[in-house]
């Protein structure tokens, strides 16, 4: 049976104001639907999605990560290009002072196109990017061992070898991609959350009338959802509720077992003084974002940015992605965000193993920062929704009507932030379905699929759950920031 598209008065909910429940209500209330509430547990137009605010969403983040070359994976490259040109607006649109959220100015930007570079220590590219080479448009990429695209790089002014790498000798190959960048994801979050307030959107941002406490089932059909209870035991009824919680998500709806997963991945922050030469060498003008050894299991899967207007130079580390299993209410574990932020237990850590591969890179590749006394002050874990394929999931959930899921951005759905809604809009109305994102984003099992990319709920027997690993806490690093 077909589900009941809500009409545009219809009321809507949206539980989480991350990048898709933004992204989500923005468009929603920009096609016409006119009673669109998002709820969050976080009293974002305070802390202003900071992290350094007690924000722990994955969204609320210093900087992520903006690159198209998805290898042969052209569905990502399409929807991260169109992405790019709702950038470009969102920029323009700050600068001529059009939309200015609150708090910010029109010298304020939400993303700068300052390259994406991808590397390896290997001698020729790995077969992601020699894909995503063959399938970007052209003179967009640039292989750094390759002279003709080293003397077009630098007449554009691009430098092909942004680290000063201890041993230059070892081999080293990367693709230069000159379509990324990087976006600023708190400010990011502010400028779609005041867009979608614009639009007509309304948010209830705060830690009691914001959270979810549970989902409202129908008197009569019990699979039928009809609105939220939020934790200041408050009714809202909708005539859809769309669950956009992140990594949170798999804990508040068990249907997703096996089909997503809360991870972890490692993040380690320096700082760099202002007065310090290096200040300027890691400014967004003279260095890209990166990845190196992406793909390479644990040893690789590393990535960063240049440093923040603040002096923060944060590196990141997902060659492990962890877990918290947690026995829930029905007696199954699902893995739970657990953050420094968390209400209860907290942790001020990350593990040893994400550490050690990130402070070797540091040694290797950016040598000149241990140098200058420059060490990690700051470690942050930040929970993905996985899915077992990598896959966004954007649908209604079977055997419930009116809940829809909007989530499992396994680790790279923020750059579509400005257009990602209207994706997930599409798909609530059945619009262009058999498009392959949205066939790809579909309610899935694994044994639709050939394999699985991430293996998911190994439980807390597993290798990968924090609770059996050596962690290492802030209090124990080189030297502590101030918050
Ligand atoms: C370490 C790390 C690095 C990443 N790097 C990149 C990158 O470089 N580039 C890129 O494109 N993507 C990157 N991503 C992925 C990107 O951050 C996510 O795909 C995206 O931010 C997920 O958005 P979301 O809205 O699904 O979840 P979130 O941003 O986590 O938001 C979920 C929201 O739900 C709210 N919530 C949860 N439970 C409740 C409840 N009970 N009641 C009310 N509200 C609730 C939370 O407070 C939160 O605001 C990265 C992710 C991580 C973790």
Redesign the pocket.
Known sequence: MASIVPSKKDPIII???????LSTALHLARRGYTDVTV????PYDDSRYSYFQGCD????DIN??IRAGYGKDVIYQDITLEAVEGWNQWNAELASGQTVPPGMTTADRVWVNNGHISMTDGPVLPPFEQASLASMPKNTQFVSTDTHDQQIAKSLGINLEPFKRQDPSRPNVALYDRTGGTTYADKACRFALHKARIYGAKFVLDPVA???KELLRGSSDKSEIIGIRTSDGKTHRAALVIL?????TPS?LPALDGLNEATA?S?ALLKIPRESPLYDRFAPENFPSWMHKMRDGHLGGL?GFARTDDGWLKI?YRGNKYTNPQVQSDGRERSVPITRWSKGETIKAIPKQALSVIQAFLDQYLPELGEAGIHISMTRI????DSFDNHLTVDRVPGMDGLMVA?S?S?????YLPSLGNWIVDAMEGVGSDRPAIQAWRWRTLGDQQSAINEIMQGSKGPRALSNLALVTDSRLGRSAKL
Request: charge should be positive.
């Open positions: 539980v989480g104001a991350g990048a898709f429940g709820f969050d547990k976080q969403a994955a969204s609320a992520k990560i914001g959270e979810l956009a919680c992140g990594g949170w508040i991945g993040v990535y990141g930040c929970w993905y929704n989530t951005g680790g790279h759905a923020f750059k």
